[in-house]
């Protein structure tokens, strides 16, 4: 009784697949089959990753540090931003995320009213030509507001 079963949807699958993708059926098969087994093994790897590992997104290690920052910016202004960290690691990237809507500017050129800083090498408070400490958050962020002339 149950291979009767089998059989008749096997032979119902059969005339469906030949019915709307006769000449690609190989190629479907290939990509659909292994889908099934490598979504479920990819999600239980990023979960696992999550709640076990307690490992996340290096996105949310700037979000936290620079959350403090974030309300003393005015909305889409432009503001200088300057780093003690290696360019290549992607730091200005992350810090841009965080700190939008503002807009960063890297180095000190050209000049705007706010300079953000990223000090985490460097011990003490850096000092920039035209600008003065405005806050220091800790964690090595600092903000610095341009002096009028």
Known sequence: MLKEKIEIFKAYCKARINRYFPSVRGAVLLIVVPAFFIVPVYFLTVVKEIIVDKRFSPGAYYEERFAAVRP?????ASVNFVSDQHRENGDFLYV????????LV???NPKHDLLVVQYLDTPGIPSFKGYQLLKNYGNGVMLFRRIAK
């Open 72 to 76: 003393d910016l005015p909305a889409h």
């Open 96 to 103: 841009r995320y965080a700190l939008v809507p503002a807009r």
């Open 106 to 108: 890297r180095d000190l």
